[in-house]
């Protein structure tokens, strides 16, 4: 039985996917998307669909998530295509591409935002040349050395064609809290200035780059009139870093009257918002917002290099709820410097702020972050180096480190769920907010994945039988 089609993964269209077919698609090449994991597809089904395209260069994107998934189909493909180039790409990728190309997993890896390295890539693959001087490509050398190139200079984001969505499936065949019946998501800036020690800037930097106000609002138009969307997810790492910046796109949705639901997906900073910008998020169209808090413990925030002062999360938080816009917050359990107190912090602060959903997750040390680099120099990883390059379930610890230990992480975070959510007024307030059919299976799926939390059953595991 495959419990992949009972417990499902939330998922949007995958944008990073959709810019690069919409680069190549631009540059007079043939493209065809297989999103196989929205279509819950099989290997066999996607070696059928692979048959029919018969594709000289076959690429996968992909995330630590489905990092090991990705390594069996990278293995199955180079079997049945040889004559075809293989490409990876994505977050990843980029931290792993040495891995991937000594164990010729792949022929080449992209490394870093990749519209343009990708195109620049297909030109060499075109000419039958090894892509010397190609920077952001990785590759295996004559003497089997793995070669990079020199970082590639970041995208201007206005060049940029819009996501090729006309390529994917439905948007309705994806998972996903959402109000309106079509949603796409929107990336109006790229980067992070803060150095968060559990996350990797390995695609789009620390420099802020943004969009023009009027391409965004040019895409919205365009997602309207094409797709007929009623509803965006904006993506942004720091959309409210320049908060007039924001609400100028605000004040451009409403003039339009685009008539859209908006959320914030990939959440906001707490510290940077008020309640004037939060009511015109709300005018335009706002009803999710979220906000990473990580820990509880205002030291443990500082020693991660969140840089947050959790009074300002205090703030936003009571700002986002008075003006009746669901609230969700993501916790971190088990960072370098936690103890038992500290985790107990961290659970003490998500029930004094109560949002509405709490996201409560394992920290796990990611090939390309400062965690990773932590880890391998103060403490001791549970696996070999090599396995976690590989990918890895991340439901679970992988690192201990100064006074941390695995079970009292897992134990901690089996009661952040029970703790945060077996309140009856709780659960009572989550039903009276559900607006939408999408809104309920979204609430019921979310909630047996929190039960299979309590009792410490991985649903990830699951979905592969």
């Not at 996968?60 to 990092?67: M, P, R």
């Amino acid at each position: 039985m495959n419990f992949g089609r009972i417990f499902k993964i939330a998922s949007h269209p995958y944008l990073g996917l959709a810019y690069l077919a919409a680069v190549t698609e631009n540059a007079g090449y043939d493209v065809s998307v297989i999103d196989a994991a929205t279509l819950n597809m099989s290997d066999n089904e996607i070696l059928v669909k692979l048959r029919n395209l018969n594709p000289n260069v076959i690429g996968i994107t992909t995330n630590i998530l489905l990092g090991s998934w990705s390594l069996k189909l990278g293995e199955i493909i180079r079997r049945q295509f040889p004559e075809a180039k293989l490409v990876f790409g994505g977050p990843w990728a980029s931290a792993v591409y040495e891995m991937l190309l000594r164990e010729k997993i792949c022929d080449f890896v992209v490394v870093g935002e990749g519209e343009q390295a990708f195109i620049d890539l297909l030109k060499k693959i075109e000419e039958g040349q090894i892509p010397k001087n190609i920077p952001g490509i990785a590759y295996v050398s004559k003497n089997d050395s793995v070669e990079l190139e020199s970082p590639r200079p970041l995208e201007n984001l206005d060049e940029i064609p819009f996501p090729a969505w006309h390529l994917f499936p439905s948007a309705q065949k994806y998972f996903f809290s959402r109000r309106g019946k079509i949603l796409y998501p929107v990336m109006t800036s790229r980067g992070c200035p803060y150095h968060c020690n559990y996350c990797t800037r390995l695609i789009h930097g620390h420099r802020m780059r943004y969009r023009s106000i009027q391409n965004v609002i040019d895409e919205i138009r365009y997602l309207k009139e094409r797709f007929s969307i009623d509803e965006i997810a904006i993506i942004d790492d720091n959309f409210t870093l320049n908060k007039k910046r924001a609400e100028h796109i605000c004040d451009e949705i409403i003039k339009n009257q685009f008539n859209i639901s908006i959320q914030f997906s990939n959440g906001i900073r707490a510290d940077t918002v008020d309640k004037k910008l939060i009511r015109k998020l709300k005018q335009a169209g706002t009803w999710k917002i979220g906000i990473g808090v990580e820990s509880g413990n205002q030291d443990v925030v500082n020693k991660i290099g969140k840089s947050l002062d959790l009074n300002a999360v205090r703030r936003a938080a009571q700002i986002i709820k008075q003006e009746k816009i669901i609230l969700f917050a993501c916790f971190i359990i088990g960072l370098p410097f936690d103890t038992v107190k500290t985790m107990n912090d961290t659970i003490n602060f998500a029930i004094e702020i109560d949002p509405d959903y709490g996201h409560f997750y394992i920290a796990t040390a990611f090939p390309g972050t400062e965690l990773y680099n932590q880890v391998k120099r103060d403490g001791k990883f549970l696996m070999s180096l090599h396995d976690i390059d590989r990918g890895y379930n991340v439901g679970s610890p992988n690192f201990e480190i100064y006074d941390l230990k695995v079970k009292e992480v897992d134990r901690l975070f089996k009661q952040a769920y029970r703790r945060f959510y077996l309140r009856p007024r709780k659960i009572l307030s989550l039903l009276l907010k559900l607006r939408t059919l999408n809104e309920v299976k979204y609430f019921l799926n979310y909630g047996i994945i929190s039960i299979l939390n309590i009792l410490n059953l991985d649903h990830t595991k699951l979905m592969n039988y």
